[in-house]
């Protein structure tokens, strides 16, 4: 088991900041598929959430998991949450994929095939 990342108050407070991100996963001959998301972090379970839908390249190379990253970047100030991947369509988790990013940004539009990915935090880089 990998340890608890560390992640202080500041980095918290800038999570919940209203900044969009780069989210970087990796396509299946292995180079790096990078676009810009809104996500949320959740502290208690060292989860990233971005939703999505089904159909999107970001979520098919979650699926295959593997390892992914969020890059936030605020002038001098920047977060890179890293961990292993992997995409859902459980509507509990989607659920809280929405909420997450409602609490952020703003309420999404509703959308029936919504999906969501999710990054298991184990790598924290960064200074906020």
């Given at each position: ?11 918290l407070?800038?999570?919940?900041e ?16 990078v ?11 060292h ?12 979520y ?5 998991g593997?390892?992914?990253v ?12 890293e ?31 919504r999906v ?13």
């Amino acid at each position: 088991m990998s340890p608890t990342p560390l992640i202080t108050d500041e980095m918290l407070a800038f999570l919940r900041e209203y900044h969009l991100a780069s989210l970087t996963t990796l396509r299946r001959d292995g180079s790096p598929h990078v676009v810009p998301v809104g996500f949320s972090y959740d502290p208690e379970l060292h989860l990233v959430r971005i939703i999505t839908f089904p159909s999107s390249v970001k979520y098919k190379n979650a699926l295959r998991g593997g390892r992914a990253v969020v890059s936030q970047v605020d002038g001098g100030r920047w977060l890179s949450l890293e961990g292993t991947v992997t995409g859902t369509d459980d509507p509990t988790r989607v659920a809280a994929a929405v909420a997450g990013y409602a609490a952020r940004y703003r309420q999404p539009g509703e959308r029936e095939d919504r999906v969501s990915i999710e990054i298991a935090v184990d790598r924290v880089l960064g200074r906020a």
